[in-house]
């Protein structure tokens, strides 16, 4: 989905978002795209470029206090306009549960991830200590990498002063994250922020704690699962990757994707839904998207113009 806006002057298609640039500002477009293990599905998922791009909204507000970000306007449902940064090119990664990549390590055996020790005697789900920051390249093609912060600063990827600022603002988010996850009977398992920089400030960009980014159990019955040994109840994209992994796609060579069947689709919709209802205590209203790119292009011409 290709739009015209005047005055355009680049546009990155990434994995589930558009972004245009139009001087110094941004046109985020989250469509219903859905990636998993960095491969675009073939099926997009209604209402899940809506879902996302009304949570990110929502917590990137209720954030400001904490950090600076680019957000300056929502025009559309699926749309976001902010100021345009210059990406730092590392994921922040942010984990306060043995859940995902840093389980399947654990599982094989790892006990370091990206230059951080993980204790012994831990099970799948198990809380950690305290959460540690595993941070990966941020890759323009192919999969992101796992990098130690000590690998950050020996290749100069960053200076020790603007590292250390990161980690400030990925903790003080997922704290935040976490406490707004509980009032609503949620636990913030794992999460991943992205910085940029305009000038010298550092700003978070893009979204957070939305399901691309971030993973969430239910508390309700968390303690009793992890006792018997039970999977957690959760609201991610994990059970994409598991409902792929079942039929035996992980993204390596040689794999075929499958194709997901409408019924899965709409299990997907409903669960992104869900998830929105449950973080905000909001009804979320579906937005007609039968002309999603008239509407689109209509609503942002509106609001460049000043409308």
Not at 279 to 301: A, C, M, P, Q, S
């Amino acid at each position: 989905m290709h739009f015209n806006f005047s005055n355009e002057q680049s546009v990155y298609n990434g994995k589930v978002r558009d972004v245009y640039t139009i001087g110094d500002q941004l046109i985020m477009v989250a469509s219903d795209r859905i990636s998993a293990f960095d491969h675009i599905l073939p099926k997009p998922i209604p209402y899940k470029g809506q879902v996302l791009n009304q949570l990110a909204t929502y917590f990137l507000n209720e954030t400001r206090d904490l950090v600076p970000n680019w957000l300056e306007a929502t025009p559309d449902p699926n749309v976001s306009i902010g100021r345009r940064c210059e990406p730092i090119r590392i994921e922040m990664v942010i984990r306060g549960y043995l859940a995902g990549h840093a389980w399947r390590t654990y599982r094989d055996g790892g006990r370091v991830l990206c230059g951080v020790e993980m204790p012994e005697g831990l099970k799948e789900s198990d809380r950690f200590p305290h959460p540690i920051i595993t941070p990966a390249t941020k890759a323009e093609e192919g999969h992101d990498e796992d990098i130690s912060k000590e690998d950050i600063l020996k290749q100069g990827i960053l200076s020790a002063s603007d590292y250390e600022l990161l980690e400030q603002y990925t903790r003080a988010l997922f704290q935040k994250g976490t406490e707004m996850a509980s009032k609503q009977g949620l636990i913030l398992v794992d999460t991943k922020y992205e910085f940029g920089k305009i000038g010298d400030e550092i700003v978070l960009m893009d979204e957070i704690h939305t399901p691309d980014s971030s993973r969430y159990y239910y508390q309700e019955g968390y303690e009793e699962r992890q006792r018997l040994g039970e999977k957690q109840k959760q609201l991610s994209k994990e059970f994409v990757r598991e409902w792929l992994m079942d039929h035996g796609f992980q993204g390596k060579d040689g794999q075929e994707m499958p194709v997901m069947p409408e019924e899965f689709v709409q299990v997907v919709s409903d669960r992104y839904i869900q998830l929105y209802e449950l973080l905000t205590g909001e009804d979320f209203v579906k937005h007609d998207y039968r002309n999603l790119r008239d509407r689109i292009e209509k609503n942002v011409i509106a609001y460049l113009a000043g409308e």
